[in-house]
């Protein structure tokens, strides 16, 4: 018997929204209409870099270590069910990512071979894209990308840009479809089922909207109102909105993670927006010093504690009158020094940040004199006891008084080395709250028991997966992982509607 035609309503065009598009065309008898408010499709995915996790074999990695390192992550506010899914689905996930790349050819265009680990993981398993032709290819870009191109080639879909979404309708409490601003003109479409994959409220670190409200950050995290973001100005919590007024629960909308690595432009060092320091940096064998060219920190451990140390180094910013930290910072603004070998420049892909050197986030010096002197301010000899101090933990393979574990490189290699130096400052970088779900990607209602009918999630938009602190790359996988299940149960439960 043949299924009645019905229709899903996709709002936001990240990752997450794109796999919940494809999913949801690919369960047949189902039109698919992704909507999204600017003017391009992408989001905040398309900045992600350090890539995408993925159980690894090859590094020794495990499921078990896997849930464990994103429960630890999460300092008890994880959803254990959640992180189950994630985890179990996150090798599928890549193997259907590779998938959609093959739908021109036989052969897959996308290539994720690259793996490292990354802060608070016990194996590598965080996966990212090799250079090409001598250049780089963002992971986060080449995945919407892949996705984009597979939507666009599918038939009975179709794609509104520059298309607000204002409003869900609904009859007796089930979702019935939006209305949408376009053109200065409001609509309503029907729909038998809706995802949200709208990102999260990180974008917008003022006190108060265009349109007069209250933003979410400063609602539900006010300490962090006015800090610098990583995110664009569409991460304003529209979703969030659009799920309240239909009576959506929330969860964990205070924990807002502070990336501790966002660069700093020497030229305009308090922009409120600046690129994230990817921590495949660190994970390649970047270190991290204050302003007395010390270090002070396990550089690979959770995000959430290598920015408090960095925080707590604020007070020696303006220590050395000669050091660059000096020269170009605010007093007691909170920084540090991220400091790479030519080995460690190569190991994370000398193309890739050779893009960051072009826009003027690194310093090249040569040898540990230049770096003491012209960067540092301060004596060669404090520095060259810093680094073999580093440097012994690799022949004696024991931690250091930091409880660092691994360390991918040495700092004072046999001959002499060329030292990239950035100046990197905590930045809001992702909200780990927000709409309160189940393994079904269904949102729930206030009472956290009930479902509302017709309504599903995915990405930041949503909460229960990171719970206190995200690692690295488990955001690219929850949407692919969560936007799936939406976009599948979303056309499901369409087809039963």
């Known amino acids: 018997m043949t299924h009645q035609y ?47 996790n993925a159980i690894e074999p090859l590094t020794g990695d495990n499921r078990d270590a ?43 265009s996308l290539d994720l071979s690259v793996v490292s680990r990354c802060g608070g993981h016990s194996f590598g398993r965080t996966h990212r894209c090799p250079p090409q032709n001598g250049r780089p290819v963002p992971v986060g870009w080449k995945l919407v990308d892949t996705l984009k191109k597979r939507f666009m080639s599918l038939s009975d879909t179709k794609v509104l840009t520059n ?31 809706v995802v949200l994959a709208t990102g999260g409220y990180g974008g917008q670190t ?15 995290a006010p300490q962090l109102v006015h800090t610098a973001t990583t995110n664009g100005p569409w991460a304003n919590g529209d979703g969030i909105r659009l799920a309240l007024a239909v009576k959506a629960g929330l969860r964990d909308m205070d924990q807002v993670q502070l990336h501790p690595t966002g660069f700093i432009d020497p030229n305009q060092p308090t922009l409120p927006t600046k690129f994230l320091a990817p921590e495949a940096l660190r994970a390649y064998g970047g270190i991290l010093l204050n302003g007395d ?35 170009i910072l605010p007093k007691k603004y909170p920084a540090a020094y991220l400091v790479l070998t030519d080995e460690a420049v190569e190991k994370f892909g000398k193309s890739t940040l050779g893009f960051y050197a072009s826009k003027g986030f690194f310093a090249q010096v040569e040898g540990i004199d230049n770096l003491a002197k012209d960067v540092l301010g301060v004596d060669r000899e ?9 440097d012994s933990h690799i022949e004696s393979a024991s931690p250091d008084d930091f409880g660092k574990t691994v360390f991918p490189c040495r700092l004072l290699p046999e ?9 990197v400052t ?55 992982v969560f936007g799936r299940t939406a976009g599948r149960n979303a056309a499901i439960y369409s087809q039963s509607s």
């Open 293 to 327: 060219g010390k270090r002070f920190v396990d550089e690979l451990n959770l995000r959430d504690h290598v920015t408090d140390k960095i925080i707590h180094q604020a007070s020696t910013v303006y220590h050395r009158p000669e050091s660059w930290m000096h020269k």
């Open 163 to 193: 298309t607000r979404v204002t409003r869900l309708l609904t009859e007796q409490d089930k979702i019935t479809g939006v209305e949408i601003l376009n053109e200065e003109e409001k609509r309503e479409i029907s729909a038998n089922a």
């Open 415 to 423: 001959n002499s080395t060329t030292y990239w130096v950035a100046l």
């Open 66 to 108: 896997f849930v464990q390192d994103t429960l630890k992550s999460g300092g008890g506010l994880s959803d254990e069910s959640l992180v189950a899914k994630l985890v179990d689905e996150s090798r599928p996930a890549l193997d259907w990512l590779i998938k959609q790349s093959e739908f021109e050819t036989d052969m897959p």
């Open 382 to 390: 404090e520095v060259e006891q810093t680094f073999k101090e580093h």
């Open 6 to 52: 019905k229709t899903v309503i996709i709002i936001g065009s990240g990752l997450a929204g794109l796999s919940a598009a494809i999913e949801a065309h690919n369960q047949g008898n189902t039109r698919v209409i992704l909507i999204e408010k600017e003017d391009k499709i992408g989001g905040n995915s398309m900045k992600a870099t350090s890539g995408i």
């Open 206 to 220: 003022g006190t108060r909207l265009s349109d007069g409200h209250a933003t979410l950050l400063s609602e539900f």
């Open 426 to 480: 905590p930045v809001v970088h992702y909200t780990m709250g927000g709409l309160n779900m189940n393994t079904d990607a269904a949102i729930l209602h206030q009472d956290k028991q009930t479902v509302i009918p017709g309504l599903y999630g995915a990405g930041e938009v949503t909460g229960g997966v990171h719970g206190r602190n995200r690692l690295a790359g488990n955001s690219l996988l929850e949407c692919v």
